[in-house]
């Protein structure tokens, strides 16, 4: 119980420090939130989305599940997604995996987890999708690396297949894809500039990551 104490002693702490920051910190947050990135991150406890991108309550809404899968038949994701493009009609949807990632490691490792594995397959299907690509790789620690990459790029592509994200695209309202990769080991967030602001351009993403991961392994 004591550890549970601290946690609601250290809420008081932090409540009491905004509002001596700022008078109005809750009194302006209380109506609205206004946010302009939804985020799509794993669950992972070491993974703080507001934290890493140095934003405040207000300015991020969060989406997180265990390697950031996304999955039409995810009626928690599809609306959260839902919402954040036609409700808070953010800009930006932000798919921000990371490198040593538990769920990527056991889809690669092939172990077994239970319910979870159920939730793994859909990194399995995107190990499949890249089969010969993560063939050719010889070490075990870079193939980790680049699934948990190939899983960002497969997750910014099934945002791209949502319904609500293609109706944005095609009434040309202004919404982006991005694909994003974080760095536990050094706290640095990578671009993999997986970027979709459109059909054209979610459909050339494939292949354009496969140049660039050739390029960048010659
Ligand atoms: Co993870």
Redesign the pocket.
């Known amino acids: 119980m004591r550890s549970l104490e601290n946690l609601l002693r250290k809420n008081r702490e932090w409540a009491a420090q905004k509002k001596k920051d700022d008078p109005e910190y809750f009194a302006k947050l209380q109506y609205h939130q206004n946010p302009e990135y939804l985020w799509i991150g ?3 406890s070491r ?1 703080d989305a507001n934290d890493i991108v140095g934003l405040q309550p207000g300015e991020l809404f969060v989406h997180r599940n ?3 899968v996304i999955v039409p038949s995810d009626l928690n994701c599809v609306s959260a997604i839902h919402y954040a493009v036609e409700q808070l009609k953010v800009k930006h949807i932000i798919v921000c ?2 490198y ?5 490691k056991a889809a690669l490792d092939d172990v077994e987890l239970g319910l979870a594995e159920n939730w793994l397959m859909h990194i399995r299907e995107a190990h499949e999708a890249h089969f010969e690509e993560m063939e050719a790789i010889a070490s075990y620690a870079e193939k980790f690396r680049r699934l948990c990459e190939v899983n960002v790029l497969e997750q910014v592509r099934n945002v791209g297949r949502m319904p609500v994200v293609r109706k944005a695209w095609k009434a040309k309202r202004d919404l982006t894809v991005h694909g994003w990769i974080y760095g536990i080991e050094d706290g640095l967030i990578t671009d993999l500039h997986l970027k979709a602001s459109g059909e054209a351009e979610a459909t050339a993403m494939k292949k354009l990551d496969k140049a660039r991961f050739r390029s960048r392994r010659d």
């Open positions: 794993c669950s992972d993974v265990i390697a950031n995996g990371h040593g990632c538990g769920g990527v």
